[in-house]
T-cell receptor, first 111, second 113 residues
């Protein structure tokens, strides 16, 4: 069964590094992992996408271990404006192209 | 502004009615996706169109249908509305395949009373 699992919430402080993990046990070789950020009353916003190993862009890094059964979104030196809900998304090509969002992780950043 | 335009922003209607939500994708994007976001179900993929053709279906009810027109805008039709259909409906577009990052619109908030 194609499924993604994330922690419901996380708290951190400004300037810290935050790591949010998503589990996707039935991921197959061709399935991509994407992370989105969502603020209240707005549509999700693309953060980063990966397939394997490590991907880095100007705002985040994505770590995917060799077995690809999980992925970790890393946000370096967070600020108050990073307070949002973060979703992982996996397109399970191997499961008739099922598009599955995780339930979201509510990240709260404190001063 | 993400470049994906959804109208209307808010919609209030009664049970049993039918509504149409509209989406204009980002310029150059051929794929349009519809998502439903409710408090108890989270973000659920409904349906995808690519250049006018249906490509993938998710958890879309039979009461719901969609289409993509030659100018690439898309409409999501919701009929025989129930209270449980109250949700945020998002449209997203991409110029690549399903594995590429989507650009989401700001959504249509549907309230069924």
């Amino acid at each position: 069964l194609a499924k993604t699992t994330q922690p419901i919430s996380m708290d951190s402080y400004e300037g810290q590094e935050v790591n949010i993990t998503c589990s996707h046990n039935n991921i197959a070789t061709n399935d991509y992992i994407t992370w989105y950020q969502q603020f209240p009353s707005q549509g999700p916003r693309f953060i980063i996408q990966g397939y394997k190993t490590k991907v880095t862009n100007e705002v985040a890094s994505l770590f995917i271990p060799a077995d690809r059964k999980s992925s970790t979104l890393s946000l370096p030196r967070v600020s108050l404006s990073d307070t949002a809900v973060y979703y992982c998304l996996v397109v399970f090509y191997s499961s008739a192209s099922k598009i599955i969002f995780g339930s979201g992780t509510r990240l709260s950043i404190r001063p | 502004d993400s470049g994906v335009t959804q109208t209307p922003k808010h919609l209030i209607t009664a049970t049993g009615q039918r509504v149409t939500l509209r989406c204009s994708p980002r310029s150059g994007d051929l794929s349009v996706y519809w998502y439903q976001q409710s408090l108890d179900q989270g973000l659920q993929f409904l349906i995808q169109y690519y250049n006018g053709e249906e490509r993938a279906k998710g958890n879309i009810l039979e009461r719901f249908s969609a289409q993509q027109f030659p100018d690439l805008h898309s409409e999501l039709n919701l009929s025989s509305l129930e209270l449980g259909d109250s949700a945020l409906y998002f449209c997203a577009s991409t110029d690549g395949g399903m594995g590429y990052g989507y650009t989401f619109g700001s959504g249509t908030r549907l309230t069924v009373v």
